[in-house]
């Protein structure tokens, strides 16, 4: 019986075919209600008790490997459905859509990169902030009109949402003492009528530098730095005198045009340069207020707005665009940074 066994496996092993016909007369002659499958089953009886075990595990496994043959070659490729047939397997797989940073993002991490190369760290505050930090501080006494350059967002009479990051400038000369370098990115707020040149949320990143016989000529050459790093090696800038209540002098810096060259456009107004931030020399005032000896050390300060950056690098005309998040808008930014 184990001879019949043996040779029924060999003879499932060798068979093949792709006519539906002959599989089932295969499986009927093996496995059908007389099959020699079933048959050897009821015979399973007479075998001797001591070979019982062997034997019925031979028999199981000549069972299971014809019942997964004539599976297997039923659902072989002739006996699929046409729809089956015609999936081309050797097709391209669909290729991966690989999504892309926001601009806002990509201008971010590069000014952190720019400033990182010459030993700007980075450093962060509170949205929600405090009078103190955001005004008073930084040389805005209370009341004082030029508290009304900035339309803010009021919690409670003492805390708002923070109109600029220089209050972040605040918070690392309160904490740390110098030397001092850092860049602050955050977002800031204003209660602003949304147009193309304004939005009520916005990005700014604040610059520190803090020490010794800092000078208004370290301050100008950084920003040269930062403006061909930023805008290409043959960028040039401009400085013009400004009011901010923290520093003294005050300046707000333009960069020559990166779309006509300077030669004059409707973007830059036929002017040939275009404003990208304030500046100027902490005010000795600002350095006591946060526990700097403004007889020993002197520094800059610096804040620019990231969206009018990358309108400028990326000449976006809407500043809306960057809020919207519209898919066909963001898909055009790929960068590694
Ligand atoms: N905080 C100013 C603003 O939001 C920008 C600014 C101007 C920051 C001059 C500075 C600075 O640090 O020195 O308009």
Redesign the pocket.
Known sequence: MLKKVESLLAEVMAFNSQDLNAIEQFRIRLLGKKGEITLLFTQFKEVPNADKKAFGQELNNLKTQAIEKINLLKSGPANKTEEENTLDYSRPAETFSLGSRHPISIVRNEIIEIFSKIGFSVSEGPEIEDDWHNFTALNFPEEHPARD??DTFFIDKHIALR????SV?VRVMEESSPPIRTISPGR?FRNEAISARAHCIFH?V???YIDKDVSFADLKQTLLYFAKEMFGEKTEIRLRP?Y?P??EP?AEVDVSCNLCKGAGCNVCKNSGFLEI????M?DPNVLENCGIDSSVYTG??????IERIAMLKFGVNDLRHFFENDIRFLKQFRSTV
């Not at 800059?300 to 707005?305: E, Q, R």
């Open positions: 350059m900035q109109t600029h990051t220089s400038q800031v700014q604040e610059g520190l400004s901010f923290f520093t005050s931030l304030g500046c100027g902490v800059f300060a610096f804040g620019m707005g």
